[in-house]
């Protein structure tokens, strides 16, 4: 899959560059001439959505940044500047919280298609890894980004979390003290929270570049889990093929980016983020955005301070070991069925548990959270290593070709 | 999927949906949630009434703005997608109040002038500050520059759920709570009773009765219209790009849809051959 590239430029000017800085060449291997499997299904175009969000993010971000005050006292009023004065500056504001929130949707299908089709698995297994590095730094970015709206909800947001490092035994306080740049959350945490939000997406492009390479060493996995044996047969060039296919995904994925930025852009907004931070009035209910609140709900469905935090970095980096935990020889939950079961009892749970976040921690609910964190984990921890090799699995196909052949027979002869 | 297990599964999550709808059921009867209303600017292509804005206006300087600031530029108050009032009559309005100047004059001295449509709308002259407000009032009555998005009310499932579905969609939410709030005085006897507060206690006694304002335009001096007319004045002030935003959103769905339509049918055609 990578190697010399193929391409020979057409115009002197091209080959004159093209021996100097061959840019080109490398674009023709990676995202022209490329083989993809040709059994790919629409679960395999979320990549391609995740980085144009990523690439909307940062430049929604960046122009608001040349309008945003980072300080306690102006950071609110620069953003009501942003969404009355500044010429579609509501269009931009919209456009990166509600982002944001797809960037996360888009990122748990694709991260769910891995877990579901073995993607994680050898050779894989780094590809893998460096994904879940990408999810925890989007994460982190993500927390850091709601902050500065300095609102009341950013606030108690950023006093919660930032609370938890000073669960670490002996050094816990004093960190936590390093962090604020004070004694509370304040004007010094809000000033480094922006710099490390503008920071943060670089980080995870670079990461990006790196997944992106992993993937096209060891090419992608596809829905039937079946390596490619022979390039002709299996696979499809990925210009016009993927290109075409993911390009269609994205238009449908900017419908509904588009529904929510211009029908209802308040609707994944808390409301209490519309009120001034004010240290001595707390919200009611302190919820993180949706995409945090499965984490939410298992750091507080454990009753210890320093075990619910470690049980909620655990939660995102057991995700790191499944290429360990799951050793089964046959890649997709297609042929799977007892995989598949659990898989989407899995689901349930990480639904569930994102209900859970968004509640009132009453005693009934904690004991299902509990229910469901030991679910969470157990599916990782458990069934994984369980059902490695004790599962019966359904044969797997010859080869892709094969796949494809036997799910549509051809109208003409096949190409041999 | 193992079919066997589903009947168990759905009978367990109905016992649990009863159990739960009766919960809710019971409490609404203590802290019922506020009534949806008809607002000219609901729904994909709702848009706002200007006249319904002027009355909100006028309502909010007879009446509010004696307590709450509204922090937003005077010169929004002639959006044409808004209230729409002229440029003149803007400016006019301005010059009435007395605005600080952000710099000191040449001898250093802060000084007060004739607004004009540029600066934001000043806080109540009493009030410079929300320590002053709630001292005299126990709590700072809020700035309404907001209010209408900082407002909102459990919806439950599975509303919130379908709250985001095209046609059901549901964004009026601090509108109506807002509505509620100042229809919800159902206790003569206790001024600072509200039926739809949390808790039913509110710092801020009933602002407005039947006959408060007298309209230009005819419209009935109730309460209702009051309510409806400010709100919705309110909710302007917290969201006036939602007009050109909806007007923008139907183009750009358009656009998108043909651009979907056509990307499918070229993909379609591509895939042809790889078969």
């Known amino acids: 899959m990578s190697g010399p590239t193929t391409y020979v430029p057409k115009s002197k000017i091209g080959r004159w560059f093209e021996s100097r800085l061959p840019m080109v060449g490398l674009v023709h291997s990676s995202f022209i001439a490329y083989p993809v ?256 609140l499965p984490f939410y709900a298992i ?54 548990l994102g209900w859970l976040g968004s509640q009132e921690p009453t005693a009934g609910l904690v004991l299902i959270a509990r229910i469901l964190t030991v679910g969470y984990f157990g599916f990782f921890l458990v069934i994984m290593p369980l059902l490695s090799f004790t599962e019966k699995t359904k044969p797997i196909p010859a080869s892709i070709a094969d796949a494809v052949l036997a799910k549509k027979p051809p109208i003409t002869a096949p190409a041999e | 999927m193992i079919r066997s297990k589903t009947p168990a599964l759905v009978s367990i999550a109905l016992a649990f949906a009863l159990a739960g709808g009766l919960a809710v059921a019971q409490n609404e009867a203590e802290q019922p949630k506020p009534p949806r209303q008809d607002w000219s600017f609901a729904g994909m292509f709702g848009i706002y009434d200007q006249a319904q804005l002027q009355r909100g206006f006028q309502v909010y300087k007879e009446v509010c703005s004696n307590c709450h600031a509204l922090s937003i530029p005077f010169r929004e108050l002639s959006d044409p997608w808004g209230p729409g009032y002229s440029p003149d009559q803007v400016k006019a309005l301005a010059a009435t109040y007395q605005v600080t100047n952000a710099q000191p004059n040449d001898k250093g001295e802060i000084f007060k002038r004739p607004g004009t449509p540029a600066d934001v709308i000043p806080r109540p002259e009493s009030y410079p500050n929300d320590q002053a407000a709630a001292a005299a009032f126990g709590k700072a009555p809020p700035d309404m520059n907001l209010l209408a998005k900082a407002r909102k009310y459990e919806r439950g499932f599975p509303w919130f759920v379908l709250d985001a579905l095209p046609g059901l969609e549901y964004q009026e939410i601090g509108s109506d709570y807002i509505h509620a709030i100042l229809t919800g005085y159902t206790k003569p006897d206790d001024p600072q009773w509200n039926l739809y507060y949390p808790g039913h206690k509110i710092a801020m006694p009933q602002p407005i009765t039947d006959g408060a304002v007298k309209y230009a335009d005819g419209t009935p001096p109730t309460l209702q219209n009051y309510a409806k007319d400010v709100t919705a004045f309110l909710t302007w002030a917290s969201e006036p790009n939602l007009p050109e935003r909806k007007k923008m959103g139907l183009g750009v769905m358009i656009f998108l849809f043909v651009l979907a339509g056509l990307l499918y049918f070229t993909k379609k055609r591509i895939w042809e051959a790889a078969h």
């Open chain 1, 299 to 352: 750091l507080r469905a454990i009753p210890n301070k320093l075990v619910g935090v470690i049980a909620l970095f655990a939660s995102i980096a057991v995700l790191a070991f499944i290429p360990w935990l799951d050793r089964s020889p046959v890649k997709s939950a297609k042929y799977r069925p007892t995989y598949r079961f659990f898989f989407w009892v899995f689901v349930a749970c990480g639904i569930g």
């Open chain 1, 37 to 292: 499997p040709r059994n790919l299904n629409y679960m395999w175009t979320f990549g391609a959505i995740l980085s144009f969000m990523l690439v909307a993010q940062i430049v929604t971000g960046v122009v608001l940044a040349m309008h945003y005050v980072p300080s306690a006292t102006e950071a609110f009023g620069s953003i009501q500047h942003i969404m009355r004065d500044v010429n579609y500056g509501w269009l931009i504001r919209y456009m990166h919280t509600n982002g944001a929130s797809l960037f996360f949707l888009a990122c748990y299908i694709h991260m769910l298609r891995g877990v579901y089709y073995g993607s994680f698995k050898p050779p894989r297994e780094l590809l893998w890894i460096i994904g879940v590095v990408i999810y925890f730094l989007m994460a982190a970015t993500a927390f850091l980004g709601y902050v500065l709206p300095w609102g009341s909800m950013s606030f108690a947001g950023a006093t919660v979390i930032t609370n938890l490092f000073s669960a670490i035994p002996l050094v816990g306080n004093a960190f936590t003290h390093w962090l604020w740049g004070g004694y509370a959350v304040g004007d010094p945490t809000l000033n480094r929270f922006f710099s490390l939000h503008y920071l943060l997406p670089f980080i995870i492009a670079a990461l990006v570049g790196l997944h992106v390479w992993a993937l096209h060493v060891t090419g992608q996995n596809n829905p039937d889990g079946v390596e490619v044996q022979n390039v002709e047969r299996d696979t499809v060039a990925f210009t016009p093929y993927a290109t075409m296919k993911d390009v269609f995904a994205l238009s449908l994925w900017l419908i509904l980016y588009a529904w929510l930025i211009f029908y209802i852009p308040n609707y994944l907004l808390d409301a209490d983020n519309s009120i001034l931070a004010n240290p001595l009035a707390t919200p009611a209910h302190v919820v993180p955005e949706w995409y945090l």
